[in-house]
């Protein structure tokens, strides 16, 4: 089968910026109409997964992993670090009670000793 | 960020202040705010806190650019939905 043809440069750097537009737009919206900035990460996702493009590294734990909403910590997320069974870091959505889990250290160093 | 009048159409038009300069509907222009939203035919603007839907392919609009530069555009140019948009469109002369 012929595999589909990759989309071009200018495309996908239109696609790049109108992704950062957008997460902008949402943190700017997200105090007086919340529901405007799910709408915007909404239209962000889309328009990455279309165009196969990446969403920028500092936006990508700005919203929820299970109902895609945008987070704010203090507001509808809390941030908490936690050591065991590893030192991670948790974004808790307040919505729709997904934990989101960034380990820093390593999974491989376990801060509580496996019982044998 | 580069929204020039050149990729305009394939930009994002959300957050751009926009106004409605002529009309087949004589109700709909002079409608003026910022953009929050955007489907395959409509465009979402808020005009001092009422959000008005206004359909693309009978308005011509005025959008202002971060530069303070105005551009005109035929709304029928910016049929399609926002994620579609990206792809280049044949303009009409």
């Known amino acids: ?116 | 960020m580069s929204i020039t009048p050149k990729n305009l159409i394939r930009h994002e038009l959300i957050g751009l202040l926009a106004e409605v300069v002529k009309s087949t509907h004589p109700n709909y222009i002079g409608i003026k705010g910022k953009v929050i939203d955007e489907t395959k035919n409509t465009l979402i603007i808020d005009q001092n806190g009422k959000e008005k839907t206004i359909p693309k392919a009978e308005v011509t609009l005025h959008f202002t650019l971060p530069e303070d530069t105005i551009v005109e555009v035929y709304g029928k140019l910016l049929v399609g939905r926002p994620e579609d948009r990206i792809k280049k469109r044949i303009e009409v002369k």
């Open chain 1, 1 to 116: 089968m012929r595999a589909r043809a990759p989309k071009p440069k200018w495309m996908k750097q239109i696609a790049l910026e109108r992704i950062i537009r957008l997460f902008q737009l949402a943190e700017q919206e997200f105090k007086f109409h919340p529901e405007r900035s799910h709408r915007y990460v909404e239209l962000a996702r889309k328009i990455s997964m279309k165009y196969n493009v990446r969403i920028p590294k500092d936006y990508k734990r700005r919203f929820c992993g299970h109902c895609y909403n945008f987070l704010k910590p203090g507001v509808n997320c809390k941030v908490r670090l936690r050591k065991i069974p590893t030192a991670y870091v948790a974004i808790i959505c307040l919505d729709c009670g997904n934990i989101m889990r960034i380990p820093y250290k390593g999974k491989r160093n376990r801060t509580v000793p496996i019982q044998v």
